[in-house]
């Protein structure tokens, strides 16, 4: 078990730096923000059995992973970045959205899929509280949410996303 928390830690970081990496290469300045870049060994123990749910906890358990300066907008937005292995793109579950909503409702979250365009985007304000979402009709392309993302950036690391998810060698 814990042996697949490290891996699960190690993937999710993966993933997070590519997303990283796509939104730096197209002008935006990315800065670790979660919980998980500053207080890895809290996590492990906000994660064991009999901790409790205390409103600080669902805080810091629930802050976002990056924050990205939008030079275009001039502006700021925290992101959560999710990867899930869904087999179809009316199936994505357990995003914990409510989770979100309570403390940064005004963030947005990138989700990364095994098919379609991959990297997704979508406010989590404008994001209801369910069990399934449907990539289609609840979330944005990155390049769509992200305007000064270039396609074929996104398009340049979609293999090494399926790979880092186990749907590519």
């Known amino acids: ?5 490290y891996d699960d830690v190690l993937k999710g970081n993966q993933i997070k730096e ?6 730096e290469k197209s002008g935006y300045s990315v800065y670790p923000y979660g919980y998980e870049s500053t207080l890895l060994n809290i996590k492990k123990k906000l994660r064991e059995e009999g ?11 629930s802050s976002p992973d990056l924050l990205v300066y939008d030079p275009f907008r001039k502006d700021l937005v925290l992101i959560e970045v999710r990867m899930r292995k869904a087999k179809k793109q009316t199936a994505i579950r357990y995003l914990k959205i409510n989770w979100c909503k309570e403390f940064w409702d005004d963030s947005a979250i990138v989700l990364v899929v095994p098919f379609g365009n991959v990297f997704y985007a979508q406010n989590i304000h404008d994001l209801e509280s369910k069990e399934r979402y449907n990539i289609d009709s ?11 993302i270039n396609p074929e950036t996104v398009n340049h690391y979609k293999t090494e996303a399926l790979t880092i998810m186990g749907i590519v060698n």
Do not use: C, W
Request: charged share 25%; net charge positive; no cysteine.
């Open 1 to 5: 078990m814990l042996n697949q928390f």
């Open 51 to 61: 901790t409790r749910n205390s409103k600080t906890v669902r805080r810091i358990r």
């Open 18 to 23: 590519i997303v990283k990496v796509i939104l």
């Open 138 to 148: 609840d979330f944005k392309t990155i390049q769509d949410f992200f305007p000064q």
